[in-house]
């Protein structure tokens, strides 16, 4: 977003690109949360053009960014974990990073939305990356979604698994 906001006439080709199928192992009795990850993983690559001050005659825009930031959830440190050892790359949940997201979203959104004048998240289009079904159920149910909301957002889990940072890509498509 700032490359493309202050370089008039930039145009930055942002790419996202997860192989996850290298976290696949055998079933451990000391790493049962592991077993998490592989089931909700999957490799999923995407690609898009941002950009500001469209042409018109060239360019049809189909999504406006308009606010950016990076949040950082108290007590959250650890609670996603990934190494690379030579048995290959291995992740670590939490079993509350549902509770840690859920607990976290609401104020999170409104530093985004209330500058904008939004406090019903119903009235907008949403889409939520799908870290799995229970942190999506949480945040449903946290902030009074309709089902219809996260419909995107489920069907892309269910179909691809979580990609990582294609995922939100993915969404959009």
């Not at 050892?85 to 949940?93: N, Q, S, Y």
């Not at 079904?133 to 309709?146: F, G, M, S, T």
Request: charged residues 20%; proline residues 6%.
């Amino acid at each position: 977003k700032d490359l493309a906001e202050n370089n008039k006439g930039a145009r930055v080709l942002v790419v996202c690109s997860e192989v996850t199928a290298v976290t696949f192992r055998g079933p451990s009795d000391t790493h049962l949360d592991s077993l998490v990850g592989q089931a909700l993983f999957g490799d999923g690559a995407a690609a898009l053009i941002v950009g500001s001050d469209p042409v018109p005659e060239i360019e049809k825009p189909i999504f406006e960014m308009v606010w950016t930031a990076q949040t950082i959830a108290p007590d959250s440190e650890g609670a996603i974990d990934g190494h690379l050892r030579e048995a290959g790359l291995t992740f670590h949940l939490l079993k509350d990073v549902p509770g840690i997201v859920s607990k976290n979203i609401d104020k999170a959104l409104v530093e985004a939305f209330q500058p904008l004048g939004i406090s019903d998240y119903n009235s907008i289009f949403w889409i939520a990356h799908p870290g799995g079904p229970a942190i999506l159920d949480q945040v449903e149910q946290k902030l009074a979604l309709k089902p219809e909301k996260m419909r995107a957002t489920r069907e892309v889990l269910s179909e691809y698994g979580n990609m990582s940072s294609a995922c939100v890509l993915f969404i959009l498509d």
